[in-house]
């Protein structure tokens, strides 16, 4: 089975660069996230993985082709077959389309390059066969810095700041049938989540792997600076030892 991870769109830029570096290379414990998720597919045996980047992409490349990373890096990588596609500047259906060549007649994987989960994929990919779907999208819980209140007539009865969301929200992993493509297109403008996800809802194609577990998106400088916390704590869940 293959993954493609979405690695492109707007960087996020760290107090030690001038430039916006890509997401999938923010560092966490001296090693890129996309590091960290292509880890923990390979925990699952899933070792084959394709990388869509736009103009960004260069400095992807680059660290795979990196002789000075880690001997940890470098044995991991060389088991993994990676392949990166110059998709240019387009929206996630587009990205997505361009790789149906290299994704061939098998389900696959659409993961994204800026979320961290400790997601079960074996049980993701039973939930994914068994319900005959074209797609199977991971549902999560997230927490919120802002707390989350409990009322009872007006009044606040509780407030919890680590509570999770009762709400299922997108968690980013999606598996799929070769048919998802039927669906999309290389229209730049092709938003994966939007009108394609939408027809395949509505043609009840679409299945639900409900994640209870961690899971963090990062979007800021302050969401890296919260993973890398998390990072410190002791056996961290989302954390391939």
Request: charged share 30%; proline share 4%; glycine share 6%.
């Amino acid at each position: 089975m293959k993954v493609i991870l979405l690695c492109g769109g707007e960087g996020i830029r760290l107090k030690e660069d001038q430039d916006f570096r890509p997401k999938a290379l923010i560092p966490v414990e001296g090693k890129p996230i996309i590091y960290n998720i292509m880890k923990h597919f390979s925990f699952y045996g899933i070792k084959e993985f394709i990388l869509c980047v736009d103009s960004k992409g260069k400095h992807i490349k680059d660290y795979f082709e990196n002789t000075e990373i880690s001997d940890e890096e470098k044995e991991n990588i060389s088991r993994w077959n990676i392949n990166v596609v110059v998709t240019g500047e387009c929206k996630t259906g587009a990205r997505i389309f361009k790789t149906k060549k290299l994704v061939g007649e098998e389900d696959f994987i659409v993961s994204y390059s800026d979320v961290i989960a400790d997601i079960n994929i074996s049980k993701l990919l039973v939930v994914h066969k068994t319900n005959y779907k074209i797609l199977t999208m991971t549902g999560v819980h997230p927490t919120t810095p802002l707390g989350i209140i409990t009322q009872k007539d007006g009044s606040v009865t509780d407030f919890d700041v680590e509570a999770k969301s009762v709400d299922i929200v997108k968690g980013g992993y999606f598996v799929c049938r070769p048919a998802v493509f039927n669906y999309l297109s290389d229209d730049p403008n092709c938003t994966f989540e939007k009108n394609p996800l939408m027809k395949l809802i509505e043609e009840e194609e679409v299945a639900l792997y409900n994640h209870d577990g961690f899971w963090k998106h990062f979007d800021s400088y302050k969401d890296i600076n919260e993973l890398i916390r998390l990072s410190k704590e002791e056996n961290p869940s989302w954390k391939i030892q």
